[in-house]
């Protein structure tokens, strides 16, 4: 119980952090998904269930923010989640460089799901430009190791 509690406080703190930057911190319409950096975060440190668990309810929370389709960030986050614990078996994601790199690609990789999910359902692709997509997908990347450096606190592996 006292662990579900740290996860649960740890989810409001994401969605009220990630509601804020999104809404309070944009330079040229580019803010930081702190969101999707904390869910692939939890799936570098955690066991699966709990990968999939909080990265589904990050992505309905982005689903409730303002989707065009709904569930489909909770589909990309699950994937990425899976993503990232095929990828730790086999990568160190201890060192800031890997983080930077993982964080980065994976935030690329759940935009581009995104907007390809939006294609096959909707008629549209939902991603916007993708010099955006890209700097944001960095900026992801480059905020990483200061989001990640506190999730071995909720780590349920030890």
Not at 13 to 26: A, D, E, K, N, Q
Not at 36 to 60: D, H, P, Y
Not at 69 to 81: I, R, V
Not at 124 to 149: C, D, H, Q, R, T
């Amino acid at each position: 119980m006292k662990k579900f509690i740290k996860f649960f406080a740890l989810y409001l703190v994401t969605v009220i952090t990630g509601w804020w930057v999104s809404s309070y911190v944009s330079f040229y319409n580019i803010t930081p998904d702190i969101i999707i950096i904390v869910a692939i975060g939890i799936s570098i440190f955690n066991k699966e269930i709990t990968s999939f668990m909080f990265a589904f309810f990050c992505g309905l929370f982005l689903d409730f923010m303002g989707s065009y389709l709904f569930g489909a960030y909770a589909l990309c986050l699950l994937f990425a989640a899976r993503m990232v614990m095929v990828l730790r078996e086999k990568i160190d994601f201890h060192s800031v460089f890997t983080q930077v790199l993982l964080v980065s690609a994976m935030s690329f990789f759940i935009k581009i799901s995104y907007g390809l999910l939006g294609l096959v359902f909707t008629g549209e692709i939902l991603f916007g430009e993708l010099k955006y997509l890209l700097i944001v997908s960095v900026i992801n990347g480059l905020i990483a190791p200061l989001v990640i450096a506190i999730m071995p606190i909720f780590s349920r592996d030890k």
